[in-house]
């Protein structure tokens, strides 16, 4: 045994101690509550004791936090977690979201949240608490376990939070393991490795609570719908389930869109959604999360469709597992830009089939007992077409994963099929109809009524709308001018439907604020598609030039600044006039102008795109955005010399030339020429070995218009010791540096090292700008969709209430 | 027929659709020598970034050139006219998705596979550990 100095083994022993009470207390909890939820007797016996352990399951998942933040907070760089996700440099405020960067805080933060929701459960589900417990404790055990980070008849179990950096498998048995004093001069564990400064973001403090908290807010229509086909109570649980299957779409979504902004705002993507596969796999559970509410909301009203409410809620949290077996695997690794490091696929892939299998075979056994209505419904009533919205939401949902899926598909199939040249077209030319369909529907659906509707009285009812809504899109379409068929008939869509939903609310609902929640979503979501839709149809890349032959090389939308030069840029005129160094953020100062007619520059405003300098991770371009009410301005650096050059030598640049006596050379705009080789050798006579040698290189080099300049650099050998003076040349304002730094006897020539003067070149920056229209449309949408499903939830929860 | 019988021929339709669509529209991943078999046509090639022969920005002009070989050793030049990626030396594997020229590779997007992404594996290189003389 070695007593390692300055280790702080403590806290990670207990913290390893809590993950093991964490696991074996949320099995414990499952089999009570199995057992409780067999009869009303055992139910009194076995609760107390499944409750317990459910808390105690839950004290120990609040130790295992506790335990990080006590190691992230005191940089216990001994710990492979730390040492991978904090610095010493780290602000306390982002040591939060070192917390989940990895994944064993990521299945913590799933795991939290599970348990405030478990606990909320035990206390409001009453009848359905055994059952639907049973469900939500053994998901924890099956979480737990992925943090565990042991060993079972060999299998790897899990990656553990606390394991030490010398315990890790790849160094096991290194040198540096066996040194009592390693953290002392090991000179790697003084700090550790850093957050991505990618994620020292404010919204990514937010985003990943509010989406992991959508995640597990997904499981509880799961849990009801798994509970009522075990019970065979196949009509209560949809009442219940239907409040927190709102609350799941009104977190999901912001927390989706909340990663749009984060992209939007702090990477150099240059928009809110690129259909990344991570995106995607975040969005498929909330769509048909979505089709199983409407299905939820027809079954309270009609009893019909069970079947395929069962199905979709069902299908929704397994897509969330699939979603974190996609990101967290590693498969998505040829095809998407931030899928995480692998590791515990095969494990995630165990959970992932048993988690399908499961549920197929319970929807299976009780299929034919689900209650069916033979009836079909009327083609003019609500519930038709709202089943008619879910099949189409559903088909959404398809092509987004099956696109999504083809790394997989090509493990399944041993095919290699690459994914499609231009896939955002792709997605793109599906999801648009099918935007189309869903949007005309969420505006005609709500004045249809449950069993037959009288077509009459409703268009008259729309007709204003209708009118409107196409006068309107054609305005826009004009002025924005678009023309493209499709989007020209979703623009005209998202418009109907925002106005159709509002005068319902206005008219039939009379104002009521109660009911005004699907109102108030519709719309929302009318505008989310809207301003998805000009911003990133009309986008305007206005740092276009024209040096390029081929059109569509993404170097055409660039733009090169020089400092203190005023250039065109789209209608603007830009200036690149400092550069200052923020932290570790290298800040460049961009004017804006506008030309007025007297050929004044009027400024308008200033933009500060920067690149993050971050030693260990790399350099990150961070865009800047002006945002105006009707569009932004947003711009990134696509190139910026961000080397600090020493005050002491101005000379940078180094180029390596090789040259014989006689021989000329093109360098930096130059012929250069080595002119004469002088050696001066100062022999001893007897064993003609050269002692001290001096070899001069006269140097001359000629610009365009054949002038000539010329300077010597000196090469000198003595005692056995070489050494080197350069030789400076002007040409006009250009300067340069040569230092006669080799000498090839076999070739015959000499090198040189040839530095420009840093005011050679005006410091330059490559920029892109894009102008994205009406954006503001999409964030006013998100915001609205979340207060609309957040009055539809209370309006919900009041109704299972009475 | 009955309507639920046409919603469920319509929706089998339309996932078929779907699948098809996938098939009929995933690129391939391929070699150099078979996309200078059909010069101009955009193809998806893997390679291997060769790190001994020189990797050049140019950012006046905005175009990166390296040398990348594909899985059958075959080694090109790749001309990619955007900014140079983050960390782009430490690449292992590159997916280009381009078209052949006589000159090259032209790639329109490149991916790469980095040792240092997120990387929870790579931790601590015994080569990168200078120890002091004890």
């Given at each position: 045994?070695?007593?390692?100095?300055?280790?702080?083994?403590?806290?990670?022993?207990?913290?390893?101690?809590?993950?093991?009470?964490?696991?074996?207390?949320?099995?414990?909890?499952?089999?009570?509550?199995?057992?409780?939820?067999?009869?009303?007797?055992?139910?009194?016996?076995?609760?107390?004791?499944?409750?317990?352990?459910?808390?105690?399951?839950?004290?120990?998942?609040?130790?295992?936090?506790?335990?990080?933040?006590?190691?992230?907070?005191?940089?216990?760089?001994?710990?492979?977690?730390?040492?991978?996700?904090?610095?010493?440099?780290?602000?306390?405020?982002?040591?939060v979201s070192c917390f989940w960067e990895g994944q064993e805080g990521s299945f913590l933060l799933w795991i939290f949240w599970n348990l405030i929701l478990g606990v909320i459960l035990m206390r409001r589900a009453k009848n359905w608490e055994a059952p639907v417990l049973t469900v939500v404790a053994s998901i924890q055990a099956f979480l737990s376990s992925m943090i565990i980070g042991g060993y079972l008849f060999g299998v790897k179990i899990g990656t553990s939070p606390f394991i030490l950096v010398r315990n890790l498998e790849e160094n096991i048995g290194l040198p540096w393991t066996k040194m009592a004093n390693y953290l002392e001069i090991v000179p790697q564990f003084a700090d550790g490795r850093g957050l991505n400064p990618l994620l020292q973001n404010y919204w990514m403090v937010i985003h990943p609570p509010v989406l992991f908290l959508g995640f597990s807010l997904t499981m509880i229509p799961f849990c009801y719908a798994i509970a009522a086909l075990w019970k065979k109570n196949f009509s209560e649980w949809v009442q219940e389930a239907l409040p927190w299957t709102y609350a799941a779409i009104m977190v999901l979504g912001t927390g989706i869109l909340m990663g749009g902004a984060w992209a939007y705002e702090s990477l150099s993507f240059g928009g809110f959604w690129a259909w990344d596969p991570v995106e995607n796999s975040s969005l498929v559970p909330w769509i048909i999360l979505v089709a199983a509410a409407h299905l939820m909301l027809v079954y309270r009203a009609r009893k019909t469709a069970l079947r395929s409410t069962f199905i979709l809620t069902i299908l929704s949290f397994i897509l969330v597992i699939y979603s974190s077996y996609l990101t967290r695997s590693g498969i998505l690794g040829d095809t998407s830009v931030h899928a995480f490091a692998g590791?515990?696929?095969?494990?995630?892939?165990?959970?992932?089939?048993?988690?399908?299998?499961?549920?197929?075979?319970?929807?299976?056994?009780?299929?034919?007992?689900?209650?069916?209505?033979?009836?079909?419904?009327?083609?003019?009533?609500?519930?038709?077409?709202?089943?008619?919205?879910?099949?189409?939401?559903?088909?959404?949902?398809?092509?987004?994963?099956?696109?999504?899926?083809?790394?997989?598909?090509?493990?399944?199939?041993?095919?290699?099929?690459?994914?499609?040249?231009?896939?955002?077209?792709?997605?793109?030319?599906?999801?648009?109809?099918?935007?189309?369909?869903?949007?005309?529907?969420?505006?005609?659906?709500?004045?249809?009524?449950?069993?037959?509707?009288?077509?009459?009285?409703?268009?008259?009812?729309?007709?204003?709308?209708?009118?409107?809504?196409?006068?309107?899109?054609?305005?826009?379409?004009?002025?924005?001018?678009?023309?493209?068929?499709?989007?020209?008939?979703?623009?005209?869509?998202?418009?109907?439907?925002?106005?159709?939903?509002?005068?319902?609310?206005?008219?039939?609902?009379?104002?009521?604020?109660?009911?005004?929640?699907?109102?108030?979503?519709?719309?929302?979501?009318?505008?989310?598609?809207?301003?998805?839709?000009?911003?990133?149809?009309?986008?305007?890349?206005?740092?276009?030039?024209?040096?390029?032959?081929?059109?569509?090389?993404?170097?055409?939308?660039?733009?090169?600044?020089?400092?203190?030069?005023?250039?065109?840029?789209?209608?603007?005129?830009?200036?690149?006039?400092?550069?200052?160094?923020?932290?570790?953020?290298?800040?460049?100062?961009?004017?804006?102008?506008?030309?007025?007619?007297?050929?004044?520059?009027?400024?308008?405003?200033?933009?500060?795109?920067?690149?993050?300098?971050?030693?260990?991770?790399?350099?990150?371009?961070?865009?800047?955005?002006?945002?105006?009410?009707?569009?932004?301005?947003?711009?990134?650096?696509?190139?910026?010399?961000?080397?600090?050059?020493?005050?002491?030598?101005?000379?940078?640049?180094?180029?390596?030339?090789?040259?014989?006596?006689?021989?000329?050379?093109?360098?930096?705009?130059?012929?250069?020429?080595?002119?004469?080789?002088?050696?001066?050798?100062?022999?001893?006579?007897?064993?003609?070995?050269?002692?001290?040698?001096?070899?001069?290189?006269?140097?001359?080099?000629?610009?365009?218009?054949?002038?000539?300049?010329?300077?010597?650099?000196?090469?000198?050998?003595?005692?056995?010791?070489?050494?080197?003076?350069?030789?400076?040349?002007?040409?006009?304002?250009?300067?340069?540096?040569?230092?006669?730094?080799?000498?090839?006897?076999?070739?015959?020539?000499?090198?040189?090292?040839?530095?420009?003067?840093?005011?050679?070149?005006?410091?330059?920056?490559?920029?892109?700008?894009?102008?994205?229209?009406?954006?503001?449309?999409?964030?006013?949408?998100?915001?609205?969709?979340?207060?609309?499903?957040?009055?539809?939830?209370?309006?919900?929860?009041?109704?299972?209430?009475? | 027929?009955?309507?639920?019988?046409?919603?469920?021929?319509?929706?089998?339709?339309?996932?078929?659709?779907?699948?098809?669509?996938?098939?009929?529209?995933?690129?391939?991943?391929?070699?150099?020598?078979?996309?200078?078999?059909?010069?101009?046509?955009?193809?998806?090639?893997?390679?291997?970034?060769?790190?001994?022969?020189?990797?050049?920005?140019?950012?006046?002009?905005?175009?990166?050139?390296?040398?990348?070989?594909?899985?059958?050793?075959?080694?090109?030049?790749?001309?990619?006219?955007?900014?140079?990626?983050?960390?782009?030396?430490?690449?292992?594997?590159?997916?280009?998705?381009?078209?052949?020229?006589?000159?090259?590779?032209?790639?329109?997007?490149?991916?790469?596979?980095?040792?240092?992404?997120?990387?929870?594996?790579?931790?601590?290189?015994?080569?990168?550990?200078?120890?002091?003389?004890?």
């Amino acid at each position: 045994m070695i007593d390692y100095i300055g280790e702080h083994t403590l806290v990670g022993t207990i913290g390893q101690a809590f993950i093991s009470i964490a696991f074996v207390a949320a099995l414990m909890s499952a089999f009570s509550f199995y057992k409780a939820s067999k009869s009303d007797t055992l139910r009194k016996n076995w609760t107390p004791l499944a409750r317990g352990s459910f808390y105690v399951h839950g004290l120990s998942v609040l130790g295992i936090i506790v335990c990080m933040f006590i190691m992230i907070y005191n940089h216990y760089f001994e710990y492979q977690y730390v040492w991978q996700h904090s610095s010493l440099s780290l602000p306390t405020h982002y040591m939060v979201s070192c917390f989940w960067e990895g994944q064993e805080g990521s299945f913590l933060l799933w795991i939290f949240w599970n348990l405030i929701l478990g606990v909320i459960l035990m206390r409001r589900a009453k009848n359905w608490e055994a059952p639907v417990l049973t469900v939500v404790a053994s998901i924890q055990a099956f979480l737990s376990s992925m943090i565990i980070g042991g060993y079972l008849f060999g299998v790897k179990i899990g990656t553990s939070p606390f394991i030490l950096v010398r315990n890790l498998e790849e160094n096991i048995g290194l040198p540096w393991t066996k040194m009592a004093n390693y953290l002392e001069i090991v000179p790697q564990f003084a700090d550790g490795r850093g957050l991505n400064p990618l994620l020292q973001n404010y919204w990514m403090v937010i985003h990943p609570p509010v989406l992991f908290l959508g995640f597990s807010l997904t499981m509880i229509p799961f849990c009801y719908a798994i509970a009522a086909l075990w019970k065979k109570n196949f009509s209560e649980w949809v009442q219940e389930a239907l409040p927190w299957t709102y609350a799941a779409i009104m977190v999901l979504g912001t927390g989706i869109l909340m990663g749009g902004a984060w992209a939007y705002e702090s990477l150099s993507f240059g928009g809110f959604w690129a259909w990344d596969p991570v995106e995607n796999s975040s969005l498929v559970p909330w769509i048909i999360l979505v089709a199983a509410a409407h299905l939820m909301l027809v079954y309270r009203a009609r009893k019909t469709a069970l079947r395929s409410t069962f199905i979709l809620t069902i299908l929704s949290f397994i897509l969330v597992i699939y979603s974190s077996y996609l990101t967290r695997s590693g498969i998505l690794g040829d095809t998407s830009v931030h899928a995480f490091a692998g590791g515990l696929d095969y494990q995630l892939l165990i959970y992932l089939i048993s988690f399908v299998i499961f549920s197929i075979c319970i929807l299976i056994f009780r299929f034919k007992s689900i209650p069916h209505v033979k009836k079909e419904e009327d083609s003019s009533s609500r519930e038709f077409w709202m089943f008619i919205g879910s099949m189409v939401l559903f088909i959404s949902a398809f092509q987004i994963t099956w696109f999504t899926s083809l790394p997989v598909i090509n493990k399944v199939l041993g095919t290699q099929m690459a994914p499609p040249i231009d896939a955002i077209d792709l997605y793109n030319s599906w999801q648009a109809p099918i935007a189309v369909i869903i949007i005309i529907l969420i505006g005609i659906t709500q004045y249809l009524s449950y069993g037959k509707s009288d077509m009459k009285k409703i268009f008259k009812q729309i007709s204003s709308s209708l009118i409107s809504s196409l006068a309107l899109s054609f305005v826009i379409a004009f002025t924005v001018r678009m023309w493209d068929p499709v989007y020209l008939t979703l623009l005209w869509a998202t418009i109907f439907a925002a106005l159709s939903n509002f005068f319902y609310w206005r008219k039939i609902l009379k104002g009521n604020w109660n009911l005004s929640g699907s109102s108030i979503a519709h719309i929302g979501f009318a505008l989310v598609i809207m301003g998805a839709l000009l911003s990133n149809a009309n986008k305007n890349v206005i740092s276009n030039n024209e040096g390029f032959i081929a059109k569509d090389f993404p170097s055409n939308e660039n733009i090169l600044l020089e400092k203190g030069d005023t250039t065109a840029m789209g209608t603007y005129f830009v200036l690149y006039k400092s550069d200052t160094l923020i932290g570790i953020n290298k800040t460049y100062e961009v004017e804006y102008f506008n030309l007025k007619e007297d050929g004044q520059f009027e400024y308008q405003f200033t933009l500060n795109p920067f690149i993050q300098l971050n030693e260990i991770m790399g350099n990150v371009a961070e865009p800047s955005t002006k945002h105006f009410l009707l569009y932004d301005v947003y711009s990134h650096l696509t190139y910026a010399d961000v080397d600090e050059h020493d005050e002491n030598d101005p000379y940078h640049q180094e180029s390596l030339i090789n040259i014989k006596q006689g021989d000329s050379v093109i360098y930096s705009k130059h012929f250069l020429y080595l002119d004469s080789l002088l050696v001066n050798a100062n022999t001893n006579l007897e064993s003609e070995k050269a002692l001290d040698v001096m070899l001069i290189a006269k140097l001359k080099m000629q610009n365009m218009i054949g002038e000539y300049s010329s300077t010597e650099t000196i090469y000198a050998v003595k005692n056995n010791v070489a050494q080197s003076f350069p030789g400076y040349l002007e040409d006009g304002p250009l300067k340069y540096k040569f230092i006669f730094s080799e000498v090839n006897p076999e070739a015959g020539s000499i090198q040189i090292k040839a530095y420009e003067h840093i005011d050679n070149e005006k410091p330059f920056i490559v920029m892109k700008a894009i102008i994205f229209p009406y954006i503001n449309l999409l964030w006013i949408g998100v915001i609205l969709m979340a207060i609309g499903t957040f009055i539809a939830m209370l309006h919900l929860f009041k109704q299972t209430k009475k | 027929m009955k309507k639920t019988e046409i919603i469920l021929i319509l929706l089998v339709a339309v996932i078929i659709g779907v699948i098809v669509s996938l098939t009929y529209n995933a690129s391939t991943y391929i070699t150099f020598t078979d996309a200078e078999k059909q010069m101009g046509r955009e193809f998806t090639v893997i390679g291997e970034l060769n790190k001994d022969k020189e990797i050049l920005f140019e950012p006046r002009l905005n175009v990166l050139t390296f040398y990348a070989s594909d899985s059958l050793q075959n080694e090109r030049k790749v001309y990619f006219y955007d900014s140079k990626p983050q960390d782009f030396e430490r690449s292992e594997k590159i997916t280009m998705t381009g078209f052949a020229t006589d000159s090259g590779f032209t790639a329109s997007t490149i991916l790469m596979k980095c040792p240092s992404k997120y990387n929870e594996q790579q931790f601590i290189e015994q080569d990168t550990i200078t120890l002091p003389k004890l």
